[in-house]
């Protein structure tokens, strides 16, 4: 049994102590604030709670593989609803799209909507990420890369100079298809030549698998976490922050706190690597991806139709709605995310947009990019796309120091929730039963 000390609650060390704790390790989690969750929390306000982190989606299969290891399945625990529409998007020309989740069919049908032949060339473009699935899904997502171990295939993939931009540029001819296709990298605030083109993968899993939400939002996921880890005798101590790894011979034998120091056999960091110096010299030139602006609204009276759990409205910001939220009768919970010119007023870039809420504002919480990554203790999003060089900066899940893993959005090789319990997966294969 090994003593194993995961640093940071966010999903990404939540998920991992409790695959450890399943496996037969002793676990403590420590975390510098006084709640778990890291962005999978709720904020609560005037009898209005929104999700306070980037409106998470699911894929069932890494929820479910989680909970199934660890306990009791996810059915029996939480409510998990498919998005029949992965979300709509509105072009600054007028034209919409709602775009389906999980079927090529209705993705084709939806998209022809916009013109003669684009719902074809749509479907063509997310398919040809098909091989590409296979390969990051083989190599890099379900067990740790190796140059050693990996495809020749994969090797080539990874080490590709192509970029999304110009992938885009060459499959999609239509504007609209490839604001379709950079939408989660647009959003996150990277620049298209900077990410290469195997990311956009991402289209092709949304295609494939659908996503999913939890009703009560994602704090219920939490809520699950945390009730598993007492369940698994895991040691959760809060408001306590980490100073760094201790190494001794050439490998970690404790973590230091403000409070003192734990002992531990194995380290695992759930948070941003460049926060502990025996880490930061390894991902100096590692650059997080900083949030959007972010306003959570309450409002009430007649709304404009927004239709579906999210919408994208592109142009200069780039906006994203999403609804959902929990709110007192007659009225509804909305967040809206703000990126570009005049993004530090989100609800007067909608208003510009066609989407007037001012007089529909009960209550209102604006969140600057600084002011998120102070509450998570470090952005979500992971790390700035900045050319191919990018995946090699990343930890995960082992790094440089013997006997420290790392997990999380800064050690996904892909944006989201999903990617980031992947991470967790990973280090639990690493470090295999008690």
């Known amino acids: 049994m090994a003593r194993v000390a995961v640093v940071g609650a966010g999903f990404g060390g939540l998920a991992t102590a409790a695959r450890l704790a399943k496996l037969g390790h002793e676990v403590v989690l420590l975390e510098a604030s006084g709640t778990l969750g890291g962005a999978c929390t709720s904020l609560t306000r005037d009898g209005f709670t929104w999700d306070a982190g980037p409106g998470w989606t699911l894929l069932p299969a890494v929820v479910r593989d989680l909970f199934r290891k660890t306990g009791r ?17 509105r072009f600054a020309d007028g034209s919409t799209v709602a775009l389906p989740a999980g079927s090529r069919a209705a993705q084709l049908r939806a998209v022809e909507g916009l013109g003669p032949g684009l719902g074809e060339q749509w479907t063509r473009h997310v398919a040809s990420y098909s091989q590409t699935w296979d390969l990051l899904r083989r190599d890099v997502l379900e067990r740790p890369w190796s140059d050693e171990v990996g495809r020749p295939e994969t090797a080539r993939l990874l080490a590709s100079r192509e970029t999304l931009h110009r992938r885009l540029r060459r499959n999609l001819r239509d504007p609209r298809l490839r604001l379709l296709a950079s939408h989660p990298f647009d959003v996150d605030g990277h620049g298209l030549r900077d990410v290469p083109a195997w990311a956009g993968v991402v289209g092709h899993v949304e295609q494939r698998f659908g996503l999913w939400r939890l009703p009560g939002g994602m704090s219920t996921l939490t809520d699950a976490l945390a009730a598993r880890l007492d369940t698994r005798g895991v040691e959760v101590v809060r408001s306590t922050a980490v100073r760094d790894v201790v190494v001794r011979g050439g490998r970690a034998v404790a973590v230091a706190t403000e409070s003192g120091t734990v002992d531990a056999d194995v380290v695992v960091v759930a948070v941003d690597p460049r926060r502990l110096p025996t880490l930061a010299a390894h991902v100096e030139r590692a650059v997080p991806a900083m949030p959007p602006v972010v306003t959570h609204l309450g409002l009430s009276g007649d709304l404009p139709p927004m239709p579906h759990h999210e919408t994208v409205l592109h142009g200069d910001p780039l906006l994203v709605v999403r609804s959902g939220g929990q709110a007192p009768d007659g009225a509804e919970a909305w967040t809206v995310s703000a990126r570009g010119r005049g993004a530090e007023d989100p609800v007067r870039s909608l208003a510009e947009r066609g ?12 969140r600057s990019p600084r002011a998120l990554v102070e509450a998570w203790g470090g952005s979500p999003l992971g790390v700035q796309w900045e050319g191919r060089a990018t995946t090699r900066r990343r930890l995960g899940p082992r790094t440089p120091v013997p006997g420290v893993y790392a997990v999380g959005a800064h050690a996904a090789p892909l944006p989201g929730l999903p990617f980031v319990g992947l991470t967790a997966a990973l280090v639990a294969q690493e470090l295999g039963p008690a």
């Open 355 to 366: 989407v007037d809420l001012r007089r529909r504002v009960v209550s209102r919480v604006d």
């Open 73 to 89: 399945p996810i059915e029996r625990e939480l409510d998990l609803q498919p998005l029949d529409i992965v979300r709509e998007h």
